[in-house]
């Protein structure tokens, strides 16, 4: 089983820091494959928890190195709940990807384990009539610490339902449970890395970091 590692995240960073470069992308470390795959990115403000700044990728298999590369940047620049990230945020970054694995029907929709599954949902809206679909990687409701009903309901509300929250309505939902493997890493370790293996730490054209 191919599990997330260091290369995996490097070349997230080395993505997006070609794109505010205008520069192609070093070729990756590590090996193809097909996995479903997702780019988190968090950025620490003075020194704090660190607080989610995009986190986008695919529940389908993938190519890892063009999977890793477009969602690098999707994530960062075109997640609908933030502001795209900025160059003189790099230095504040970190950068987890997922690789998902084990992909199981679960019974119901409380068949899954805080912290070892991430769950995906589909139901229909009562109210619209349409199809309504979300997913939480499995490091969300425990860091959230929620119930697992929690979870539920506020991956109804992820999903684009905005009715009442029934405990019927919870049991007609079809949930997929599946695990992940995931690599995490902050960019001032990503730039000794470089630095190391490379001969020399990388660069933003234009980016006074001193100022921030």
Known sequence: MVSANREMVVYCFDTLV???NSEQTPPPAFDEGQHPLF?????????????????????EARCL????KDYALTSALRDRRFPPIQAKELPFLECTVSILVNYETAL???DWEIG????IIEFTDPDHNT???ATYLPE???????????AIDSLMRKAGYNGTITESLRKRIRL?????????MQYSDYVAYVQTTRGAAPSVSGSKFDNY
Do not use: D, M
């Open 18 to 20: 070609a794109h505010y």
């Open 39 to 59: 780019v988190t990115w968090k950025k620490v403000v003075n020194g704090g928890e660190p607080r989610l700044r995009g986190c986008i990728g695919t529940l």
């Open 65 to 68: 190195i063009n999977g890793f």
């Open 108 to 110: 119901h929709y409380l």
């Open 116 to 119: 070892k599954h991430g769950i």
């Open 131 to 133: 199809r309504r679909s």
């Open 140 to 150: 969300v409701a425990a860091h959230e610490g929620w119930t697992k009903t929690e």
């Open 176 to 184: 997929t449970r599946y695990q992940s493997t995931l690599f995490t």
